[in-house]
Every structure is written in structure tokens, then in C-alpha cells.
């Protein structure tokens, strides 16, 4: 079977609220890494498939600012429902980032 990108789109969308419970938040050592590669001043950071907005919250409460992409509306909406001025939210998959290249300096995938 072909890989189907609009099926796992719609399938995300569908488990919000189940998502938003089983995810409370990531492992602090993961947001103490990123603290500790990102080595400029006013970083901006992009939390690609960034879900209900979880890791893009507990980055930002770190100081960066941060832009979380992903192509669910639904995702983005719940992500949108916690107000935090660092944080903004766009619908857009990974490979269709609104940004330059060269916008962001590191890259960070938990599975590698």
C-alpha cells in the first residue's frame, strides 16, 4: 500500500484530545539539550510537527522564540488555545515549511 499523507493527517486531526492527554509534556532533558546547543542570542526555533504545541510551550518557556508547524488544523488549534507571545502556530507540513532555507542553525529528531 502507497504511502498515504493525507490519511495520517486525518488520522492526527481525529485523536487531538487523546493526544493532548497521553502527552503531558517532553523530558526536561531534551529541553536542557536544546538549551545547550542553541548558542545565539534571540534564537528562533522550529518545532516541525509540533502537535497541540506541547515542546513548542516548553521551549519558549525556555526564552526562545518559537514557530511550531503542522499540518493539522486541528492540531494547531489546540496548540493555539494556550496563549504565549514567543509561540505561533502555522498549518503546513514538514516539507512545506513557510520559511528560507538557512532559517534555522540546528536540527534535532528524537529517533536518530
Not at 526564552?63 to 508547524?69: A, D, K, L, Y
Not at 540546528?106 to 529517533?111: D, F, M, R, V
Request: a neutral charge; charged letters at 25%.
Amino acid at each position: 500500500m502507497p504511502f498515504q499523507k493525507d490519511n495520517i493527517h486525518r488520522n492526527f486531526s481525529s485523536v487531538v484530545k487523546a493526544y493532548e492527554k497521553a502527552r503531558h509534556q517532553y523530558p526536561n532533558e531534551i529541553i536542557e539539550w536544546c538549551k545547550s546547543v542553541i548558542k545565539i542570542d534571540h534564537p528562533l526555533v522550529l518545532d516541525v510537527d509540533c502537535g497541540t504545541g506541547i515542546s513548542t510551550r516548553q521551549l519558549a518557556d525556555t526564552g526562545f522564540e518559537v514557530v511550531g508547524p503542522d499540518p493539522s488544523r486541528e492540531m494547531i488549534a489546540k496548540a493555539a488555545e494556550v496563549k504565549n507571545p514567543l509561540c505561533k502556530y502555522v498549518v503546513a507540513s514538514a516539507e512545506l515549511i513557510p520559511f528560507p532555507n538557512h532559517t534555522t542553525s540546528k536540527w534535532y529528531n528524537q529517533y536518530r
